[in-house]
């Protein structure tokens, strides 16, 4: 195999962890080009020197000076701020893995497929706020997109070799989240530190909470519409507690294919950093004797609206679904800071979907601005409440 | 869509009408060559003047006046016995499903193949038998030799578009059949109307013994290894009792892909019929939902012991294949008459297996010298009995 050059934006987040793991188990086969992080300067300064990246950069301007302090002597270059972070991202790459979390990593995501290579794409938020506008960019500029989330990973996998046409459904099966099985009344008084006690992943704070909410499926389910374009009433949301089956996607002859696996993103993350071929990862096999059995029930919108207000804003389509995500980052902020009840996110959300409703962005520029706009329309109302 | 001929060996069995119900569907665009049968001349004849077949065949000469006389007027070519049955099998077909049961469906089966077009298989036991022989033949001629069996047809949509040295397993799923619950000593008193009733496919009498006993997933077990080379370390089985999981794929990254449907054989068919594009068939939609559970465990080879010998065959190779189907279509033939417990096919199998052991079948008239001296050692050891 030849040597393959990768940039990873997020390296220190949990996306980026898994896939340096990968990266490490087959270290002569990776260039590392450029690695990114928020704020975290000392573990990115690490990372940076394990794997000789080239260039490190911090979004937050104000950790750059312990970051050139962490990289003194060590050849690699160190760039702090948003623009930096864009020239990260436009570096020449075979493979750039897009895993800012939420809205932040919107320019960057946008310059890596700029390149017209390939984008292992794991920041959601950027493809539901710029929907129209990053998938015309990805057709103009011949990238490869590649999902890491695991539900699009396994659309994506279960697609291949099939004429999207002969689609009947695609299904994305969601855990249910920590509060599945819980009541309106125990949702309401539900706290942060419940929230992010997923039950079978272990993930970030945000997506967490988003997963116990279900905005975390209906994010997805708009993310979908735009990466599997079959249209909106072909996209179904199947409870599927045990997380074993990623997703389906059923054809209209009667096959599904669906994809199974162990909640462990290096699974996708492993498909996207070696497709079209395969790469081997640590995993455990697949052993359904010994897990028994696989339970599916249809998803309860009544206690998680969210994924219903998802589909409405896709259905909706323009800046609706630019606004939901604003609006839930807000929202979600607010609850793991101890300022908003549980149960309020998805009102949130609604009420300022219901309050601000711009035109249709045409341009990063565009979906920047209602993003902004949409933050301060949902702080306003929070407030307010 | 362009007209395509299609051949049906096998036309008045359970494959061939779910495949004539499917064409009947899209009349159309396809173009009936042949279509044979046992010694059911009426039904034949009926389809045969449906589907405007130019030919129709009775492997049963003794029953090639009736057929004449019910094709009289009709312009229909009527022919009968072994050697018109391989002429049918011969005629240029875009595609040939190979539907006979058992070893009768062997030469017929080579003849499609030779062809070297697109042959359908759903004749497990012509693969069981002929091995290496049949799959040289498919090589030699550049045929493509699509599953129609549910598993090998999951198997196969699960393959599509990987390379099979990414393959870490390939699980085939069981329903476990009528007996899955029963004890040794239930087993011991079964009976052939027991074993005929089968909790989620309608099939055929031997067809649904061979799942009572597990020798038809023994079976598949060794024409997996014919079909997807991946090595019989690689193969595994185990038992879904709801039979909607069709079979699975496991990649080195931990990505397992799996097919899943209806209980109904029109879809593999369907897939076959339509390969590499898809066409409706008139199964509903997948509601994992509303099935709720879907439940794996670990076969029993124990209770039944067939797996294990069929993996043994395999192992072997050369012969051994071929005498164990061959022993099993007489001993099953015997439960059927009620000269044989049902506990008693397998151990007749395993004890035809330990007497005779002929050398490796290079040509197809070797493999039917083998067959026919194998049901005769077979039948020997059950007169002893």
């Not at 300064?45 to 104000?62: C, I, W």
């Not at 079209?276 to 897990?291: F, I, K, V, Y």
């Amino acid at each position: 195999m030849t040597c393959r050059s990768i940039s990873i934006l997020g390296a220190t987040g949990s996306i980026g962890a898994s896939t340096l793991d990968l990266i490490r188990r087959q270290r002569e086969q990776w260039r590392v080009v450029a690695l990114t992080a928020n704020g975290n300067a000392a573990d990115l300064a690490r990372l940076a020197r394990e794997f000789g990246a080239e260039l490190a950069v911090v979004a937050d301007e104000s950790a750059l000076p312990a970051l050139r302090e962490a990289l003194a002597d060590s050849g690699i270059e160190a760039a702090g701020g948003a623009d930096a972070l864009v020239a990260a991202a436009s570096l020449e790459a075979d493979i750039t893995v897009a895993a800012i979390v939420g809205c932040a990593g919107l320019a960057p995501t946008m310059a890596a497929i700029e390149q017209g290579r390939t984008v292992a794409l794991a920041n959601k938020e950027a493809l539901v706020s710029a929907g129209d506008v990053m998938t015309a960019a990805v057709a103009r500029h011949g990238t490869t997109l590649l999902p890491v989330d695991s539900e699009h990973n396994a659309i994506f996998q279960c697609l291949a070799g099939n004429d999207p046409a002969h689609v009947r459904s695609i299904t994305l099966t969601a855990s249910g989240g920590p509060f599945r099985d819980w009541s309106v009344q125990q949702l309401a008084a539900a706290t942060p530190a419940q929230a992010v006690k997923h039950p079978n992943w272990d993930m970030g704070a945000k997506i967490s909470v988003d997963s116990a909410t279900m905005f975390n499926k209906g994010l997805e389910l708009i993310e979908a519409h735009h990466l599997f374009p079959v249209g909106l009433d072909k996209l179904r949301i199947v409870v599927h507690p045990q997380s074993v089956v990623h997703s389906m996607v059923e054809y209209r002859d009667g096959s599904t294919l669906a994809q199974l696996g162990p909640s462990d993103m290096r699974v996708p993350i492993a498909s996207c950093l070696a497709w079209p071929q395969r790469m081997d990862t640590p995993c455990d096999p697949l052993d359904l004797a010994a897990l028994g059995e696989l339970t599916f029930r249809a998803p309860d919108e009544d206690r998680f609206p969210a994924t219903r207000l998802c589909r409405q804003a896709a259905e909706a389509g323009g800046a609706a679904p630019a606004v939901l995500n604003a609006a839930n980052e807000i929202a979600v902020a607010a609850f793991l800071a101890g300022h908003l009840p549980f149960t309020r996110i998805a009102v949130m959300v609604e009420e300022t979907l219901g309050c601000y409703a711009p035109g249709a962005p045409v341009s990063l520029g565009d979906v920047i601005a209602i993003d902004a706009e949409a933050r301060s329309a949902a702080r306003r109302l929070m407030e307010l409440a």
